[in-house]
């Protein structure tokens, strides 16, 4: 049994609740993990509120080595997670792999954020001094979806830890297992007990964390819908990562082998369950009958199968019930006037769905509208790039958005006009840990990456710092 980790022990469920997580490539049953209550939310949130009382005092070179020691330990411990992550979540091995790597990185690009806390001072009157300093909030509660378990792991908390915070992760009830090793590394890196918290869960484990009143800042990564409920109900400060809708505009200007290419990436890594996914295929007119050739034959080629094959290029999805419901996805897109033109097959054993293409798709119909978080693209035609912008900024959301052009003028047009959080022009999922990005709409709250990021988990105080003997009225 999996237990909780909470002040730097395993424990099980207060009441001795359990819950199974299951190998969405298989069916099976993985392992049993404990089932946090009210019990458990309370002792996680007071171990770190404990915690945080010697953690914030902890110098900031002291925090950023404790950072690097996990990503050492991570680099070294990565084909047990790697194979972990693939049996708990039913993603390749190889995109397993990449992940652990690029945590690693980030956790060595979090350790600079300590020693880059930087107040500033003000002009003031002779024997005044006015400066501010950034805070720790104190306990952050942090909760994750199950696409990037491992990388939620992390990157849901050691922002927050850089900056003098401790934390309770909620890791996804679908995928528990990574999290819960990660809070073992951590402890074996040397971060204090109840500095990480690992509470597992389901959605009421995550209201009851969000709620509570030891909570100072909450940092979700999930669904729009889950954010939403979250921010009504909560008086402290939220950082919300939400659903997105990406258009993928390919102008007549692109080039068409290598936005065909990789467009297929930006659609099906992951079978589609990213929140940057690049959903919906928008295609000049005159580009689109020879790029969906492209296209269409470079789906064909992906290796759709078992999660721990290294050729493997597309797992499984998260589970059976999430399968199913992006088939309903698919028969409302029938019904409304689309055409399943690759693809649509489900497994007979495991939550596999093949790559699938829906052609004839218009801007009202709802797979153009919305998240169906799956292996997915739905397929547009425009006649101008006015039609386009308009197309790709009419959804609720703004995460991320990606033109093919070889024209700079026709990309820098377009990156002004497009309502978007990230704007790529030939280079999808690019992505780094010193460059910030922000959701617009409803896809999100806040900045995520880069210095910005110890803004996301600190606080302002200014300091009015005067002499008795200099008083600050005239006389
Ligand atoms: P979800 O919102 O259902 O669940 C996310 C987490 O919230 C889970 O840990 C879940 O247990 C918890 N939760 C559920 N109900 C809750 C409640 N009422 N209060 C508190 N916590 C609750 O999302 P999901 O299905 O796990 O993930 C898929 C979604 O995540 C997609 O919409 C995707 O776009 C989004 N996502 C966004 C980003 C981003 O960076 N913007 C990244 C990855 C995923």
Redesign the pocket.
């Known amino acids: 049994m999996n237990a909780h980790l909470i002040d730097g022990e395993e424990r099980p469920s207060e009441k001795g609740g359990t819950f199974t997580t299951i190998n969405p490539a298989t069916g099976e049953e993985l392992d049993t993990v404990a089932l946090g209550g009210e019990a458990d939310v309370n002792a996680a949130v007071d171990a770190a509120t404990r915690a945080g009382h010697l953690w914030r005092r902890v110098p900031a070179a002291e925090r950023a080595a404790l950072l690097r020691r996990l990503a050492g330990l991570i680099r070294a411990g990565a084909s047990e997670i790697a194979t972990l992550e693939a049996r708990d979540s039913g993603r390749p091995i190889s995109d397993c792999h990449d992940d652990v790597a690029i945590c690693a990185d980030l956790l060595d690009y979090y350790a600079t954020l300590p020693q880059n806390i930087r107040g500033a001072t003000y002009a003031e009157q002779p024997g005044h001094l006015t400066h501010s300093r950034r805070e720790p909030y104190g306990v952050v509660a942090a909760?994750?979806?199950?696409?990037?378990p491992f990388f939620?792991a992390v990157t849901k908390t050691a922002p927050a830890l850089a900056t003098g915070n401790t934390v309770v992760l909620?890791?996804?009830?679908?995928t528990p297992l990574t999290s819960i090793l990660y809070g073992k590394l951590c402890l074996r890196a040397g971060f204090p007990p109840g500095a990480v918290n690992i509470l597992n869960?389901?959605?009421?484990?995550?209201?009851l964390?969000?709620a509570h009143p030891g909570v100072k800042k909450i940092t979700?990564?999930?669904?729009?819908?889950?954010?939403r409920?979250?921010r009504q109900a909560s008086t402290v400060s939220c950082h919300l990562?939400?659903?997105?809708k990406t258009a993928n505009i390919v102008t007549k200007h692109a080039d068409l082998v290598a936005a065909a290419r990789t467009s297929v990436h930006h659609a099906f890594f992951n079978a589609g369950?990213?929140?940057?996914a690049g959903s919906r295929l928008l295609l000049d007119e005159a580009i689109a009958e020879p790029f969906m050739e492209l296209f269409l034959r470079a789906t064909a080629g992906i290796v759709v199968g078992d999660p721990l094959a290294p050729t493997t290029q597309v797992g499984a999805l998260i589970s059976e019930q999430h399968r199913a419901r992006v088939q309903e996805h698919l028969s409302r897109a029938v019904d409304e006037g689309a055409s399943i033109i690759a693809g649509g097959n489900p497994s007979a054993v495991g939550a596999f769905l093949e790559p699938t293409v829906l052609d004839g798709v218009v801007p009202g119909m709802a797979a153009a509208q919305e998240?169906i978080?799956g292996p997915v693209v739905s397929v547009m035609r425009f006649r101008h790039l006015d039609e386009a912008v308009r197309i790709a900024n009419g959804t609720p959301y703004g995460?991320a958005a990606t033109v093919w052009t070889d024209q700079l003028a026709e990309a820098l047009d377009l990156t002004d006009r497009l309502d978007a959080g990230i704007v790529w022009t030939n280079c999808p999922y690019r992505d780094h840990a010193h460059v910030p990005y922000e959701?617009h709409g409803l896809?999100?709250q806040g900045e995520?990456g880069g210095l910005e990021t110890i803004n996301e988990f600190t606080q302002l105080k200014v300091a009015y710092l005067g002499s008795p003997s200099t008083p600050w009225t005239l006389p």
Request: with cysteine.
């Open positions: 909760i994750a979806p199950w696409n990037f939620f909620k890791m996804a009830e679908q869960g389901d959605g009421r484990t995550g209201a964390l969000a979700f990564t999930g669904s729009t819908e889950v954010g409920s979250i990562e939400l659903g997105g369950q990213v929140c940057t998240e978080f995460l959701g896809s999100g995520e």
